[in-house]
């Protein structure tokens, strides 16, 4: 029997990822999260959801650019982390900071477009959480698994609008994860031009 082969560094990498929830957690408790700690939680949790989404979506360019392929390990661990701060982003809207008051969160889904697009980028994350571990891309077939995941990118597209949307001035820290993620799908685009197999071939 072929033994399959282990990534020692595994259980760090988690660990590392769930560092940003212990922090809050301990925050939570120790008051150090100041006059407002609701709200701190919320949007530190929207941040890392946001870090995470393009973190994932940095993967592959780290990989073709540098020629780390060991990271490609990682992918799916962060991506499923991705999606972890967006539901625990989400859960904190919903249960701390509107106590389930339903009325009210559908009007702000209704009336508040960032949190429309916010909510559109968490149920979209949900089927790529549910397809993520390797049985279901067998079940699904390689080719249906892979058009499926690319929802990512309209998905981390919704993550910087809500946050342009929702910040009042100062737009510097959404424009900052707009310009990583413009990067990132540049990279993408620019790896499809036709041209570009033309120029390096000639
Ligand atoms: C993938 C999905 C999402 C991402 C990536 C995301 C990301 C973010 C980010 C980066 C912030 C700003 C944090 C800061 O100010 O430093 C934020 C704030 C916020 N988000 Fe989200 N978010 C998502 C989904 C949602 C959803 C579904 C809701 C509610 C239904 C929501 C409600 C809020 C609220 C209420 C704030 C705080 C606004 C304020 O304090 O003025 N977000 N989010």
Redesign the pocket.
């Known amino acids: 029997m072929v033994k399959k082969k282990k990534f020692p560094y595994k259980p760090f990498v988690f660990v590392a990822c769930l560092l940003p929830a212990c922090w809050l957690v301990y925050g939570v408790f120790t008051g150090l999260l100041g006059a407002n700690p609701i ?1 701190a939680v ?2 530190d949790l ?2 890392w ?2 870090r995470f ?1 393009l973190l994932g979506l940095a993967i592959s360019p780290i990989r073709r650019i540098i020629g780390w392929a060991w990271v490609m390990r990682y992918r799916r661990m962060i991506g499923l982390f991705a999606f972890f701060y ?1 539901f625990m ?2 859960s904190i ?1 919903i249960g701390v ?1 509107q106590f389930f008051d339903w009325p009210t969160i559908w009007k ?2 209704v009336k508040r477009p ?2 429309t697009i ?2 559109a ?2 149920l979209a ?1 949900v089927p790529l959480a549910v397809t993520s571990p390797k049985t279901m891309v067998r079940k699904l077939g390689g080719a249906r698994w892979k058009a499926l995941h690319k929802l990512v990118y309209p ?1 981390a597209i ?2 910087v609008v ?2 342009f949307l ?2 009042k001035a100062d737009i510097r ?1 959404p424009l900052i994860y707009g310009a990583i993620l413009a990067f990132l799908l540049g990279e993408r685009l620019y790896r499809r031009l036709p041209t570009r197999g033309f120029a390096r071939s000639s």
């Open positions: 709200e919320l949007r929207g941040d959801a946001l989404l967006a982003h989400l809207y900071d702000d889904i960032y949190i916010g909510m980028a968490v994350l998905i919704a993550g809500h946050f929702l910040v820290e």
